[in-house]
């Protein structure tokens, strides 16, 4: 008597989705997902600022030090929550006189993946340890990615910003 | 009997470690791991390379338009395996004459978090939908971020580039 009615349970679960979609209660395809590692983190020593790799990650430091800039993609690790992931207007630098404004229209912290970039001046790189000119992030901060800067794909021309991200 | 010897198993899994971190077979800690959602994607509608972000995210756009330039990060979902997570060293651009280079020290689409980080103006912003120049990327692309670019982050001046990366 049961048989069919928990076989109408099962495909309800089983309900076909593109891989790595899941339904939500609302009918709508969730986000999908998608892991990323900590390789190495942010370490202030004597004063300089350092981004020390786990040595596992070392082989994919051959060459860096023939780039002079490189692009450093860290996490908003002191962010992590699902309020902060959930934040999607501030004003930016929290000055309530700077307008209401996107996340992704400005460099907040908040934001619902916690990806930071920054750009750094190489000073060394050694071992499994890069020397940059300043970072500005937390000790301890988790890495997640280098890019070497490269002009050609990094750099623009004709640049436009708004009135409250200009210089003062 | 059995009891003091179920606790010690229970005690060996639950051994203390800080969150996040798990202990590897070889008794090191494991990379701490953090989770990333698509917000969007890229599409070519018509020819124009459009950014689409999940209509839930469209908030997060609010004064896009006052910038000229955007920094799109997406994922190189073509390459999610372990075995391609797992290079460290290539030839760039795929040609054996490009010295061996850690993939630190270059952009190649595989790395252990296969983030992409591209560079893109702006041709309009209207709804959840941005549409670019160009982006080099495939249709159905995941977007984890956008953030605007700012001069004063994002450009560097004496930049220095390896021999292979120069154009020919």
Redo the contacts between chains.
Sequence with gaps: MCRPFLAAIVSAIFVALPPGLTESRAGEPE?????????GEIQKQDGRDVIV??KQ?Q??????E??????V?W?F?KN?TPQKRAV??VHPRGDKDN?????????APV?????A???C?IVSVKDNVIQVEKIDAFEGT?V?????????????S??????W?R?K
């Design positions: 986000a999908k997902t998608f892991s990323v590692r900590r390789i790799l786990d990650y082989k994919g430091l051959l060459g860096l023939q780039w002079s800039h490189v692009q993609i996490w690790d992590d999607l207007q307008p209401l404004t996107g996340v992704f229209a400005c460099r934001r619902p993946n916690l990806i970039l920054s750009l001046k988790p997640l990615d280098l890019k070497p800067y490269a002009p050609g794909l990094d750099s623009a004709d640049v436009k910003v708004p009135q991200a210089p």
